[in-house]
């Protein structure tokens, strides 16, 4: 007995050393995961495929959208799993449910004789007002910006600074019975979010978007002595609903060292979302399927959240209830946010803070590294995006997690400069259908789709072989942000500065928004 269970021992061990030479906990029947293999085995076919069917999982309803908790993004949910379950053997996955906060808007908006179509902000009141507009000084991040005169009246503020919840809530708390807020650069603001309230500076008042040029003609009038009379209203549904993350995670690969992916599976209710963000999460999707041909000496997340268009409610409701222990074991977040756009730049994240001054915790700046390499090695430029906490990287960096990405724009007008980099047309946004009906699989991008999620796989073959290429956790590090700078989803934008040339190995940033 003592013999035969020595050679058990031993024949256990035998078989545990050919596992680990082929990948940590995998089947030793499959070949370590090879860079250039899994990079050739995204296809344009097997991206168009799925992006159409994304869209039909929105259009196969009513109101052809996958907002959070809605039909369309059931179904969106059932298409993920449903790629899962074609690598079972591989991944075990889970839906991770919590309790978000809904809210669905319409309204109107005239003032002086002229009738707008403005965008109204998730988490505005229902309300109606009629009265003078009131302009609001600076851009309304102050209690102090607000003058006497915009009690019982409708406050007018640009856009920038701070976020659009802090100045309806300054608004209401300054007695004003309504807010509209105006671009701070040419066009329409393409949706926003209050984000759910209470908020400590006071209650929000009915709030709508419109244009700089709506706004500054509206401006002129009123410094010019001239009241005009603004008719505000404002319907919502505002409600709890239940919803879900979506977590995959490799079988094998060390569970102690892990490389978490990303991407939000929600639209915004005006449209179905297939760049915004249906290219992110079929990127994931795709490179997870492809992934399964390999063993990994490293663990492999794959995360589709909820609920990003509301606030990023699902990554930070994940990141919110890991334990120190699990925050500790993700060396690294990646975020794939809208990888088709029509009219696209390839930004990466700035990670080291040179381009925007906003760095991640350690990691970031070697997750950006990696691939401004990457793109060069294509022979294809880059510029930088910062880390404003517009997508779902924000909560990993606020708990101290690496973090890095891909991006190709939203609503932002694309310059003369990067069109001779990148291509495209100046002057027109990077995604004219950004939170739109238009956001569906006739307006992607493929040759950004593809290229990006080459990117992925790129990225997925390096980190699931290997962390040596970043600095251990610290368990006290986050997000390094300059002096004075207050980052919202869906609010700051700002243009970028530099352009990182193939040739050059200056930084540079894209659009910070």
Known sequence: ????????????????????QAGYGTTPNKPLVDSKKLQESITEDALSQKAEELEQAAYSTAQRNRVFSSEGHLNTLDFIEGYLDTVSDYYTYRRQPFEALYSQSSGNFSAGGTTYTPIIFEYSPSGSA????????????????????????IALIIRGTCEFGLKSALAGAAGAVGAVIYNNAPGYISGGTLSPPPRPEGEY???????????????????????????????SIIENRTTYNIIAD???????????????????????GINDDGSGIIGILETAIQLAAYTTNQAVRFAFWSAEEF?????????????????????????????????????????DGSAFNISGPPGSAE????????FKEQGLATTETDFDGRSDYGPFL??????????????ELKTEEEVALFGGEAGVA?????????????????????????????????????????????????????????AHPHEKRQRAKHIRHTHDCGKTPKVAI
């Open 1 to 20: 007995m003592v013999r035969s269970a020595l050679v058990l021992f031993a024949a256990t061990v035998a078989a545990t050393n050919l596992e680990r």
């Open 130 to 153: 009629t009265a003078p507009l009131v302009v609001v000084a600076n851009e309304g991040c102050s209690a102090e910006d607000y003058p006497a005169e915009v009690a019982d009246n």
């Open 205 to 235: 008042v009915p709030t709508a978007g419109i244009s700089q040029e709506n706004g500054t003609a509206l401006l002129e009038r009123l410094n010019g002595g001239e009241e005009i009379e603004g008719m505000l209203g404002v319907e």
């Open 250 to 272: 490799t079988k094998g690969g060390d569970p102690n060292n892990i490389l978490v992916l990303g991407g939000h599976s929600d639209s915004v209710y005006a449209g179905p």
């Open 311 to 351: 606030g990023l409610l699902g990554s930070e409701y994940y990141v919110a209830n890991l334990s120190p222990e699990e925050n500790q074991k993700i060396r690294l977040y990646l975020n794939f946010d809208m990888i088709a756009s029509p009219n696209f730049v390839y930004a990466l994240y700035d990670g």
């Open 367 to 374: 997750a950006e590294e990696f691939f401004a390499n990457w």
């Open 398 to 411: 606020d708990a101290g997690i690496p973090a890095g990405g891909v991006f190709t724009g939203a609503e």
């Open 430 to 486: 990077y995604d004219i259908n950004y939170h739109q009906a238009g956001d569906n699989y006739t307006n992607l991008n493929f040759e950004a789709f593809v290229t990006n999620t080459k990117a992925i796989a790129a990225a997925v073959a390096e980190y699931s072989t290997s962390f040596d290429s970043l600095p251990p956790r610290n368990a006290t590090a986050a997000r390094v942000k300059a002096r004075g700078v207050h």
